[in-house]
């Protein structure tokens, strides 16, 4: 069906503004999609998902890793990594870096090194920037090495133990890796201008400067996807949260409840992963207490809402348009709120 005309208003309105120059939308329900809608794109059009990868994949294979007893979340990142010493950061555990309270910055100082091993240096031996568990901070870092963490637990590589969920899931075009036949359709993006790739146009290749320097696999960003793909993972989420049990793993009421429940730390809206409804974030005024979701730098979002029994996908190139970071949350707010009768 077609998005209603106020929500189909708001997206016009911002590609007319230069915010971001394509879209692709899908709203649906528990049972299946509602509402699908292009802009100046083929729905069948991939988008670098960003920091959705944070969510969808990360998130997710740390709930499969949980299920299966192959890591708790209460174990010390120390565990993991043997740089990862200091009286400061010793307490700091799985649960703190899903939370973002594990007192890593979001971001280097300096450009990013190569590879693995490299990283895991800069982010293990780095001054802390706050007390764990005092506060939240939004860090790429700490789901970086949230990413090794579950490639040495799941003892495969991240992209390959996402796919096994995907697998189970059916979703088609949720990926790390598009195929060459589809990558040329995805939605392009520009790079940022300390990205040693500026003044290149990137067409099925990571926005992220990290993740590509990783190989474009990485645990804050990397995924691409189609709308309706994301409606896929969006509605295994949302119906367990419901509590069908009639789903695979790692997708029971149990787990997603446990992954969406907000935080305990200060003043943090964070939950394992994903983020939490507040009136004043990108999920705009008219969703239930109980929605959670998460954005991408890209100019992505998915919101889902158990109570309303309603999931969001707005997926857009901000980052080949002119739109800020402000304009986008203005839009996704507009978007949401638009649909509040939905």
Known sequence: MILPAAAGAVIDEAIA????????????????????????????????????????????????????????????VSTFFGEWRGTDREIVTVQDLLEHASGLPARLLD?????????????CAMPLEYAPRTRSVYSDLGFILLGFIAADRGRAPLDKLFER???????????FSLPPGVRDLAAP??????????????????HDNYAAALGAVAGHAGLFATAPAVGVFARAVLRASRGDADLPSPFSRELVTRFTTKTRVPGS????????????????????????????????????????????????????????LDDMRTVRRAFHDALGDL
């Open 17 to 76: 503004a230069g915010v971001f120059p394509a879209a692709t939308v899908e709203v649906g329900s528990s049972a299946s999609p509602i509402f699908t809608g292009a802009f100046q794109i083929d729905l069948a059009a991939p988008f670098d998902l960003a920091s959705l990868t944070k969510v969808v994949a990360t998130t997710t294979v740390m709930m499969e890793l949980v299920q299966h007893g192959s890591l708790q979340l209460d174990e010390r």
């Open 165 to 175: 969920v995907m697998v189970r899931l059916k979703a088609d075009l949720l990926t």
């Open 111 to 123: 450009a990013p090194p190569a590879g693995r091993r490299e990283f895991e240096h800069e982010i």
């Open 189 to 206: 993006t520009r790079p940022m201008d300390e990205d040693s790739r500026r003044g290149r146009v990137l067409v099925g290749e990571v």
């Open 269 to 324: 809206s964070r939950a394992l992963g994903w983020d939490t409804m507040l009136p004043t974030s990108s999920c705009g005024t008219r969703m239930s207490p109980q929605a959670f979701g998460h954005v991408g730098y890209t100019g992505t979002s998915l919101w889902i809402d158990p109570v309303r029994d309603r999931y969001f996908v707005l997926l857009t190139n901000r980052v080949f348009g002119a739109g800020t």
